[in-house]
């Protein structure tokens, strides 16, 4: 089996994964565009392999390969860094609607 069919096999594996996650309520929406496009990145880049090699020459990078993993290494970034702007802002509620609950129950109580 080609490196294509497989790449092809395993970017529609990992899409349907996450389609079925979303259906099971197991993964949010949000987060699920994030992996679906992951899905279609490997699939693009295992059918048509010259489009690494084309990037690569336009943005000068001379062993194509390293290419991916600087964009790996990006996308891992952003996902980290979105992932911690969501649970800061998380906390940030939660420890509102702590304040808001000490509040009311502080009310109740005179």
């Known amino acids: ?6 790449s092809a096999i ?3 594996s990992i899409a349907g994964t996450i389609l079925w996650l979303i259906r099971r309520d197991h993964l949010h ?12 990145m490997v699939m693009l880049l295992g059918i ?5 090699d084309w ?5 000068g990078v001379n062993y194509p390969p ?3 993993f600087i964009l790996g290494m990006g996308m891992i970034l952003l996902k ?8 800061s802002y998380l906390e940030r509620k939660m420890r509102r ?3 808001r609950l000490a509040i009311l129950e502080g009310e109740k109580n005179q």
């Open 10 to 12: 395993l970017g529609l």
């Open 48 to 52: 048509f392999p010259t489009i690494i």
């Open 97 to 99: 609607l702590a304040q």
């Open 1 to 6: 089996m080609s490196y294509k069919v497989t």
């Open 55 to 59: 990037l690569a020459i336009r943005l």
């Open 29 to 40: 929406s949000r987060h699920a565009l994030w992996w679906l496009l992951v899905a279609l």
């Open 80 to 87: 980290v860094i979105s992932i911690d702007l969501h649970q």
């Open 66 to 68: 390293t290419l991916l």
